[in-house]
């Protein structure tokens, strides 16, 4: 079977998807530490409605559980 490529989210350079590219799916170690400095930074965010802790709505009851 022939290696698969794939393009970095970083870069987008082509970048091997197979068990010999340990960064995949980026194309070197150096995207893959620039996409989780974007993410440490909170330069990359999940949007969500004001409010919104992601948890569902629970209807629970006044009175506190025995």
Do not use: H
Request: hydrophobic share 30%; net charge negative; charged share 30%.
């Amino acid at each position: 079977m022939a290696a698969r490529k794939v393009r970095c989210p970083q870069c987008g350079e082509d970048a091997l998807w197979a068990p010999e590219n340990p960064w995949r799916p980026f194309c070197s170690e150096r995207c893959k530490q620039i996409d989780l400095g974007c993410w440490a930074s909170d330069s990359y965010r999940i949007e969500s409605k004001a409010g919104d802790d992601g948890l569902p709505d629970l209807d629970l009851p006044d009175t506190p559980l025995r």
